[in-house]
């Protein structure tokens, strides 16, 4: 049986099609440019066959899911005898607020529940739920399920999302620390404590996925109690187009000295700051690297600037924990990137943290960096939020 897993975007939409209960990624896909003038395109790869930008008629997202599974099941990457082998459908959702702290079931009242976060992530919402409205109209009957990126972090204690504003903005806009990335802190946690043969509600780590959006997480007896990112994923660490924290006031000062308007400061500071803004090379850190080996004086103190801030929070977290397990690294920089984890780790010296030689060799792939003697064990661990969702989908259906 089949959980196909869906994150939906304004004008695209990505799949994978998993099996259970090996859970194994069967197909991946990816419809873009829905609805434009200019046509869909599709790319799909099935063990090792597939096509790429192929274009399709996909007027809406109804009609992308229809492609999706009518390549699933009939002609050259056909890998199901029939769309009813698919049991359910796991949509990531970007915002659950504080109404949504595991994966639900969507029914109406959850369809109007992600409606009412949508203000807290316009972008974001909204498309997810066209996602699962198009799902409902091409499989009806087949259970839809919504695994949210915010999730996780709801076990965070007062004291860890409050912002200190008057009351009546939490009360009255709901505003306070959300956090996201949840999926894929989430992941790595239970797959460390399975990992080591721990049960999960004993289990304290740093969680560190860095990739394009960057973000850390606390976690304490398997729970999160803290999370880099805020309100909105422009907090935190520095990212590749994102500035993370600043001091606020800077946001009034450019509007008053620049003359910006409020979507200007925004376009600011989450498409034109990070890896990309400092460095003027580009945003991808692979580049940033690149140049930085060329000494671009930019690209080696950005460098410098964002594995330091990372190290702060690493530092401040383990600091709060009674006893550190391990620190993991996930994403694509952290689990590709031995050198960068290396100079994170360096800023990390008070805690005790010694990376080994094996830190050099692992890529992409799950292993232990750290020397015997480090006070805190280094883990990486490679992130798969498709599974995540998958497994919280197959959970929540019975199944599992
Ligand atoms: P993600 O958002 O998880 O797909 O991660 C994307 C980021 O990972 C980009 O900034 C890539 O440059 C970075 N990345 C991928 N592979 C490597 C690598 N081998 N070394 C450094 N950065 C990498």
Redesign the pocket.
């Known amino acids: 049986m089949y959980i196909m897993v869906i994150n939906c975007g304004s004008s695209s939409l990505k799949f994978q099609l998993i099996s259970f209960p090996e859970e194994a990624a069967i197909a991946k896909g990816l419809i873009e440019r829905i609805g434009q003038d200019i046509g869909a395109q599709f790319t799909l790869s099935v063990n090792g066959k597939g096509f790429k930008n192929k274009p399709i008629d996909a007027s809406d997202h109804t009609k992308a899911v229809t492609a999706a599974l009518s390549a699933l099941t009939t002609g050259e990457c056909a890998v199901l005898e029939s769309k009813d082998e698919i049991k359910g459908f796991g949509h990531r959702v970007v915002h659950g607020g504080e109404k949504f702290s595991a994966p639900v079931i969507i029914d109406d009242e959850v369809i109007k529940g992600i409606e009412e976060c949508n203000e807290l992530a316009p972008l974001h919402n909204p498309a997810n739920l066209t996602g699962i409205e198009a799902c409902m109209k091409a499989l009806p009957g087949v259970p839809n399920v919504a695994v949210f990126d915010t999730a996780f972090h709801q076990t965070m204690p007062p004291k860890a999302f409050h912002y200190a504003l008057p009351y009546k903005f939490y009360e009255e806009d709901h505003i306070r620390r959300y956090g996201f990335h949840g999926t894929s802190h989430k992941y790595v946690t239970k797959t460390f404590a399975k990992l080591i043969n721990k049960p999960l509600e004993e289990v304290n780590v740093v969680t560190v ?6 973000s850390l997480a606390c976690v304490k007896n398997g729970k999160c109690v803290d999370t880099s990112m805020g309100l909105t994923p422009l907090a935190g660490v520095i990212m ?1 187009t994102r500035c993370g924290d600043i001091d606020p006031a800077l946001v009034v000062y450019l509007m008053k000295k620049e003359g910006m308007s409020p979507e200007e400061v925004d376009t600011l500071m989450n498409k034109k700051s990070g ?1 990309l803004g400092f460095s003027g090379v580009s ?7 690149e140049a930085a080996d060329q000494n671009d004086k930019q690209s080696v103190l950005i460098l410098e600037m964002w594995a330091y801030g990372i190290a702060k929070y690493i530092n401040a977290y383990a600091g709060t924990l009674p006893k550190t397990d391990a620190v993991i690294f ?8 031995p ?2 984890r290396k100079i994170i780790c360096d800023n990390c010296a008070g805690l005790g943290i010694k990376l080994s030689e094996n830190n050099d060799n692992v ?2 792939e799950t292993g232990c960096v750290s020397s015997a003697d480090s006070r805190i064990p280094v883990y990486v661990i490679p ?1 798969n939020e498709e599974l995540q969702i998958a497994q919280g989908t197959a959970e929540l259906l019975t199944l599992k």
């Open positions: 996925h860095l990739g394009n959006g960057s590749g890896l945003s991808d850190m692979r580049d940033i690297q996930t994403a694509g920089i952290g689990e590709n990137s050198g960068l890529r992409g992130t």
